[in-house]
């Protein structure tokens, strides 16, 4: 009989992303998993031991992608950072539909899924943090209109991002429509 290929953790953990895209936390199975898998089930355990330390450990990936993709973003003009963050969230938008599977991970069925939950929210913190700074930045500058509350203006940054592309457009020319929509609408009228 031959033996079954094993998996590297990078692959289980994309296939993890695609089943949670699929079916959501609550239709993420591990048996499901492995049936995605080309290599023996037992392969899963030698990397995590419960469903909660695999959806974790996915989420964290994510995470540090996005996290990755920001560095530096304080550097840029207020402006085209803010357009760079709209762009990188769209090339990343599995981000927000795996966030929203951690208030479900039971963190208390392991150590190794409580510390990427802790990660996932320290992350969350501080690009919040960051992209408070940069919308404030642009309103001070007088790029953003003043007479909007910040929280607003994001509120609306973050529903630009979660709106479906279905004319499937290329990601780049999406982002520059989604921007120029939500530009328009917080954006100073006198400058373009």
Same mark, same amino acid.
């Given at each position: 009989?031959?033996r079954q290929r094993a998996f590297t953790k990078s692959e289980l953990l994309d296939a993890t ?83 929203l599977a951690a208030p479900k991970i039971d963190e208390t069925a392991s150590d190794k899924a409580r510390r990427d939950l802790e990660f996932l929210n320290e992350g969350h ?37 979660? @709106? ?6 290329? @990601? ?18 006198? @400058?373009?």
């Amino acid at each position: 009989m031959a033996r079954q290929r094993a998996f590297t953790k990078s692959e289980l953990l994309d296939a993890t992303e695609r089943l949670l895209m699929e079916r959501g936390y609550d239709g993420f199975h591990l048996k499901a998993l492995s049936e995605m898998l080309s290599g023996a089930r037992s392969t899963i355990y030698e990397y995590y031991a419960n469903k909660e330390e695999i959806v974790a450990a996915c989420m964290r990936r994510t995470m540090e992608q996005t996290i990755e993709a920001c560095e530096g973003i304080e550097q840029l003009e207020p402006v085209a950072a803010i357009k760079k963050v709209l762009l990188i969230f769209l090339e990343l938008s599995n981000f927000h539909t795996l966030m929203l599977a951690a208030p479900k991970i039971d963190e208390t069925a392991s150590d190794k899924a409580r510390r990427d939950l802790e990660f996932l929210n320290e992350g969350h913190a501080d690009l919040k943090k960051k992209l408070t700074a940069l919308f404030q930045k642009a309103q001070e500058a007088g790029a953003l209109r003043a007479d909007i509350p910040l929280p607003v203006i994001t509120a609306v940054f973050f529903h630009a991002i979660d @709106t479906p592309n279905w004319l499937n457009v290329p @990601t780049e020319e999406w982002a520059d429509m989604l921007f120029g929509l939500w530009w328009n609408g917080g954006g100073n009228p006198l @400058t373009k």
